[in-house]
């Protein structure tokens, strides 16, 4: 049974940053892409950060990107993902997901396994 537990979230001032750390278990770490999206409130599940198998390749969307960053340790089965100068648009329900399948894009379509998600709350 494939699981994906994400844990770090809170609530934080702008500005402050945060590192979310999901675990993985059940599947073969290493042979799959791992991502971050999100959910802010009233809105779409949407693309945040992603890494290829062994770390080498990174991926953000625009919003986030020189702020994010997601990382990998394979011997662990962990991916994080630190986020720095956090502003409110960052508060959403955060998800880790799993895909094995390349695909050129991040979309949450293409993703086969999910975490129940962390909420971080940005606010002043």
């Known amino acids: 049974q494939v699981q994906l537990i994400e844990s770090g979230g809170g609530s934080v001032q702008p500005g402050d940053s945060l590192t979310l750390s999901c675990a993985a278990s059940g599947l073969t770490f290493n042979t799959y892409r791992m991502g971050w999206f999100r959910r802010a409130p009233g809105k779409e599940r949407l693309f945040v950060a992603g890494i290829n198998t062994i770390g080498r390749s990174t991926y953000y969307d625009y919003s986030v990107k020189g702020r994010f960053i997601i990382s990998r340790d394979n011997d662990k089965g962990t991916v994080l993902l630190q986020m720095n100068r956090l502003q409110p648009e960052d508060t959403a329900v955060y998800y880790c997901?799993?895909?094995?399948?390349?695909?050129?894009?991040?979309?949450?379509?293409?993703?086969?396994?999910w975490g129940k998600g962390t909420l971080v709350t940005v606010s002043s």
């Open positions: 997901a799993a895909v094995e399948r390349y695909s050129s894009t991040w979309s949450d379509n293409i993703m086969d396994y």
